[in-house]
């Protein structure tokens, strides 16, 4: 079984459609309801799961975990979001959800699946943003997040040293999503990768041989 979260837009609901193409069991999870639904009917005829949750309330990641319909093989974690601006103009609130929808969430998802799974043979799949590899003007506070995360996975993995569960940074640039609208940067995403093509690529990259694995994966558009 293969788990994907923030399933429901974007590079999740990409991959979930992606990785059905071959008829993986998959497990979906987003805080859409509705639009998660739209994405596991556009993925039949694959055995597909759905799992509402926010993944910032570290009790809903616990319930998300005890709800799983097997152990996975494949963890993805793709949930975030975005807010831009120069730091003056960019609002307390605003800046208090990203450190939620971003930091928070990958820190408590992480953490409920370490404690799980840290002897189980697995990828956990951390997608970031190559906002997690260079800082970037009018991105501070993302930067500040992506590099959170970066730090927190590149932490975690030296504490899972010669355990089976092995963690896959992911760092996609330039994708032509959803994420755009709410970001608060007007963008022309004309000559961005789309969602689709960045699945595809992933999934590719994402391959194990029997004495190695692929650490970290950078996804850059021409």
């Not at 998660?36 to 309330?57: R, Y």
């Not at 996975?153 to 010669?162: A, P, Q, T, Y």
Request: net charge neutral.
């Amino acid at each position: 079984m293969i788990l994907i979260t923030g399933a429901s837009s974007g590079l999740g609901a990409a991959l979930a459609k992606t990785y059905a193409q071959d008829k993986h069991t998959l497990t979906l999870t987003g805080r859409h309801d509705e639009r998660l639904h739209e994405v596991a009917q556009a993925c039949q005829p694959a055995n597909i799961c759905t799992l509402t949750a926010d993944l910032s309330d570290p009790k809903a990641v616990t319930r998300l975990f005890d709800q799983l319909p097997a152990t996975p093989e494949t963890i993805i974690f793709c949930t975030g979001s975005g807010y831009f601006g120069n730091l003056e103009k960019q609002e307390p609130d605003a800046i208090a959800q990203l450190m939620h929808n971003n930091l928070l969430s990958a820190a408590y998802f992480l953490r409920e699946a370490v404690i799980r799974y840290r002897n189980t043979p697995l990828n956990m799949v951390m997608v970031m943003s190559t906002a997690a590899q260079t800082a970037k003007a009018g991105e501070s506070t993302y930067c500040a997040v992506k590099w959170g995360v970066r730090g927190l996975m590149e932490s975690v993995r030296l504490e899972l040293k010669d355990k089976p569960m092995n963690l896959v940074g992911v760092y996609p640039g330039g994708m032509a999503t959803e994420f755009w609208a709410t970001s608060g940067k007007t963008m022309d995403l004309s000559g961005f990768m789309t969602a689709d093509e960045t699945a595809t690529m992933l999934k590719q990259a994402l391959q194990n041989a029997k004495h190695g694995y692929i650490s970290d994966i950078t996804i850059n558009r021409y």
